[in-house]
């Protein structure tokens, strides 16, 4: 339903699948297990875990069967392609039509000790973190700015979010989006 917010638990994603832990993994595997035919946990269940029932607690815990899996998505597409960073104007369609977008970002220390403002830094190196976008304001930083949420918590950034300029450290890397219906 639209309007409807769901906290979905990041942390069933990294102690309870194969699409990636603390060292690493890559958004497409995950949003495989929300797939009502998807693979499963070692539970033998599929679909969308609760924040309230696996809380994030920044590391590979142990997955402590068995969780409720009550959503699902219908399916899900990368936007242009999935080596590649869309131009913005594709990931905005995308945002209007479906909604936040799940994409890569290359993480160096100053991502890391973000505590606020647009972000313009440009990390060049490899791909190494996946976020969502939820947002673009185009009247910010030089061309516009992307609102980023992170799954590190409210202590990071503005809240947990982030205002990072487009093209800034690869952000929209293998952008994709989710059909939730």
């Given at each position: 339903?639209?309007?409807v917010?769901?906290?979905l638990?990041?942390?069933?994603?990294v102690?309870?699948?194969?699409?990636g832990g603390?060292?690493?993994?890559w958004?497409?595997?995950?949003?495989?297990y929300?797939?009502?035919?998807?693979?499963?946990d070692?539970c033998?269940?599929?679909?969308?875990?609760?924040?309230?029932?696996f809380?994030?607690?920044?590391?590979?815990?142990?997955?402590?069967?068995p969780?409720?899996?009550d959503?699902?998505l219908?399916g899900?597409?990368?936007?242009?392609?999935?080596?590649?960073?869309?131009?913005p104007?594709l990931?905005?369609?995308?945002?209007?039509?479906?909604?936040p977008?799940?994409?890569?970002?290359?993480?160096?220390?100053?991502?890391?000790?973000?505590d606020?403002?647009?972000?313009?830094?440009h990390?060049?190196?490899?791909i190494?973190?996946?976020?969502?976008?939820?947002?673009?304001?185009?009247?910010?930083?030089?061309?516009?700015?992307w609102?980023?949420r992170n799954?590190?918590?409210?202590?990071?950034?503005e809240?947990?979010?982030?205002?990072?300029?487009?093209?800034?450290?690869?952000?929209g890397y293998?952008?994709a989006?989710?059909?939730?219906?």
């Amino acid at each position: 339903d639209e309007g409807v917010e769901f906290d979905l638990s990041e942390q069933w994603l990294v102690s309870c699948t194969d699409a990636g832990g603390c060292n690493g993994g890559w958004h497409s595997a995950a949003l495989e297990y929300f797939l009502e035919d998807g693979p499963t946990d070692p539970c033998g269940d599929n679909g969308a875990v609760l924040e309230e029932y696996f809380p994030y607690v920044a590391s590979d815990a142990p997955c402590e069967c068995p969780y409720p899996h009550d959503y699902f998505l219908n399916g899900w597409a990368f936007i242009g392609g999935e080596a590649n960073v869309p131009p913005p104007n594709l990931i905005k369609q995308a945002m209007l039509d479906h909604g936040p977008v799940a994409v890569t970002v290359c993480v160096d220390s100053a991502f890391q000790g973000y505590d606020g403002g647009v972000f313009n830094s440009h990390a060049d190196g490899q791909i190494n973190h996946a976020v969502t976008l939820v947002g673009w304001d185009d009247t910010q930083g030089a061309n516009g700015v992307w609102y980023l949420r992170n799954s590190w918590g409210a202590g990071w950034g503005e809240d947990g979010y982030m205002r990072i300029e487009y093209g800034c450290s690869r952000v929209g890397y293998a952008a994709a989006y989710a059909d939730y219906g």
